[in-house]
């Protein structure tokens, strides 16, 4: 049986993961690769990085980075941040990551995604979506949410179901769905905003922002119809370690892959 | 050993490489049908889609090379659908190596298409799977599926349908996930094919 899968991710600024990562025997924190090492030992199904630098002319770095990545680990990775053309996509490709992530520029121009699923293969087009709550969406007694841009920052007037199913339609290969308004919060994941997205779209969607107990990790994936869960500080800080995790949630009939 | 990876237009080739490179091996890309015919061992990668990439091949010449090599061989992924007989996937006739052909999932509307993540593997005791422990998770990106014939070796389960994940025929191997991705047993069944079989 297909398991859910659990994501870590990684900020990475300059080459180097941000945030006070404080990972059991890690010789400098700061080393994404060494990182990424232990999370795929310690069971993490896949990892994410998103890259936060501020200048073009250190994302050669992040590059630099990817293909040492592809080099160390042997599980799937996602790269997203800055990604602006079909040849940073390219690159990126080339170095060895599985999928890319897009989300400002997909809203930006919609045709993108068409664009890289036809080049490229749906399966390595992942479209994240920032949601938040918007009460002008609210339509038959339902929550309405509003796709965000630019961080969180920037709001677009477009509804975030619709923006799905669209996405969904042009060939992405999969929804990275977080709730801006859960994120950092730690009370649990956008649940029925999570349901609503993955009945709406006949691709995989990884639930993100929220998480701040196992118990909420068990509500996305069965009430929130999740295929995935990503969360980053949580794993960092080791308020939740996947390796536990991953049990708690096959003692409560949830699929997880066992190593 | 000389291990050759058939270039052709379908990608991902360098998870390859580095899977290798993390056993040990280095391997030589190539179209070149002499260097593919002096390997010791072949293996045919693939994401993309199965038309297109039966054209280049057949443009090379590559497809009748492939089919006639004598050395153990594995397809991956579409590598492992283009040794099939035809696929569904705009209709195009194939390699042939194995006695089946490749279909499209169609599944209750609950279940996504690709099947994409970590799915369990039922084997048999074929020398692929030697040394392997007893859970068998490997990482899986298809859309199309080969049904289970009498060259399966390994079976997965997906919305009700037991596929081929893994399929033998004389030489010639294929797995449907990605033994570069999947984490140890991935690599145990990598070093299988290179050491065992």
Redesign the interface.
Known sequence: ?????IIPCLDVRDGRTVKGINFINLRDAGDAVELAEAY?RYGA?ELTFLDITATVENRGTFRTLVRSI???I???FTVGGGIRTEDDVAAL????A?KISINSQAVAKASVIDDLALR?????VVCAIDARRNPAFDKDGQDGWEVYVHGGRKSTGIEVISWAKEAYSRGA??ILLTSMEHDGVKQGFAVDLTRRVSEAV???VIASGGAGTMEHFTEVFTEGKA??ALAASIFHFHEIDIPELKIFLAQHGITM??? | MNIAIVKYNAGNIRSVLCALSRLGYEAKVTDDPKELNEADRVIFPGVGEASTAMAYLKEKGLDEVLRNLKQPFLGICLGMQLMSKFSEEHDTPCLGMFDVDCVKFVLPKEYKIPHMGWNTITCNDDSLFANLKEERWAYFVHSYYVPKCEQTIGSTEYGGIEFSSVLHKDNFYGCQFHPEKSGDVGETILKNFLEEV
Do not use: T, V
Not at chain 1, 93 to 96: A, E, F, Q, T
């Open positions: 049986m297909l398991a859910k899968r795929s199904d592809a080099d160390h042997g599980i799937p490709l080339d170095s060895g599985d490229f293969g749906s399966q390595c290969g999969e006949g691709i995989p295929d995935a892959r066992k190593q």
